[in-house]
Nanobody, 126 residues
Framework: QVQLVESGGGSVQAGGSLRLSCTVTERTASSNGIAWFRQAPGKEREGVAGIVLGGGYTWYPNSVKVRFTISQDNAKNTVYLLMNSLKPDDTAMYYC???????????????????WGQGTQVTVSS
């Protein structure tokens, strides 16, 4: 069973940075597309970055493209999300999700992702 283990959340002041980690316990054809989503109270879940494990393809929404960077360590089956110039609006629970890269590459439709982590809280204060 594929599991996603997230870490790295916390509290930071506006303008600061955080790096989130997501480790995939088993890399399979159905878990080689990884994305980070976030959800703030009262708001819909939105994707903020995606990557194909073992490949170089990444995707972002325009809203965070300049500030967020997704990367991977193939040897560790781990994906990282580096968030710079954080704003209070970035406050949310951040989730790592996995699905088949053939299905999820380039898009953030939550229903296309088969596996989800428990989430890690990011709080940005002004």
């Amino acid at each position: 069973q594929v599991q996603l283990v997230e870490s790295g959340g916390g509290s930071v002041q506006a303008g600061g940075s955080l790096r989130l980690s997501c480790t995939v316990t088993e890399r399979t054809a159905s878990s080689n597309g990884i994305a980070w989503f976030r959800q703030a109270p009262g708001k819909e879940r939105e994707g903020v970055a995606g990557i194909v494990l073992g490949g170089g393809y990444t995707w972002y929404p325009n809203s965070v493209k300049v500030r967020f960077t997704i990367s991977q360590d193939n040897a560790k089956n781990t994906v990282y999300l580096l968030m710079n110039s954080l704003k209070p609006d970035d406050t949310a629970m951040y989730y790592c999700a996995a699905g088949s890269s053939a299905m999820v590459a380039g898009q953030f439709l939550p229903s296309a992702y088969d596996y989800w982590g428990q989430g890690t809280q990011v709080t940005v204060s002004s």
